[in-house]
């Protein structure tokens, strides 16, 4: 079993950026699949960005491509999702994800997550 938590979430101006962490305890942290995700107000969860438990593969929605970057350091037992060239509708609460298994995209498939933090963009 993994706990998570996230951190890194705050107000920024459109055209800005943020770094989120995600702290992972637990000795098997490396063999977990990561990913993040958010949730806007009145919206469903959706899938930001997720990593594969190697680190070779990754994924990213289409909405944040070549703006944001998924990474892992498993040395530190930590996920990061650095977001740059933010827009007002990245707001959303996001969260961080494990999983062991087979690698997903879906939200339903991952046990395991962190509490959330706010992300919130002003124009």
């Known amino acids: 079993q993994v706990q998570l938590v996230e951190s890194g979430g705050g107000l920024v101006q459109a055209g800005g950026s943020l770094r989120l962490s995600c702290a992972a305890s637990g000795r098997t942290f490396s063999s977990y699949h990561m990913a993040w995700f958010r949730q806007a107000p009145g919206k469903e969860r959706e899938v930001v960005a997720a990593?594969?438990?190697?680190?070779?593969?990754?994924f990213y929605a289409d909405s944040v491509k070549g703006r944001f970057t998924i990474s892992r350091d498993k040395v530190k037992n930590t996920v990061y999702l650095q977001m740059d060239s933010l827009k007002p509708e990245d707001t959303a609460v996001y969260f961080c994800?494990?999983?062991?298994?087979?690698?997903?995209?879906?939200?339903?498939?991952?046990?395991?997550w962190g509490q959330g933090t706010q992300v919130t963009v002003s124009t």
């Open positions: 990593i594969i438990w190697t680190g070779s593969t990754t």
């Open positions: 994800a494990a999983k062991v298994g087979s690698y997903s995209v879906s939200a339903s498939l991952y046990p395991y």
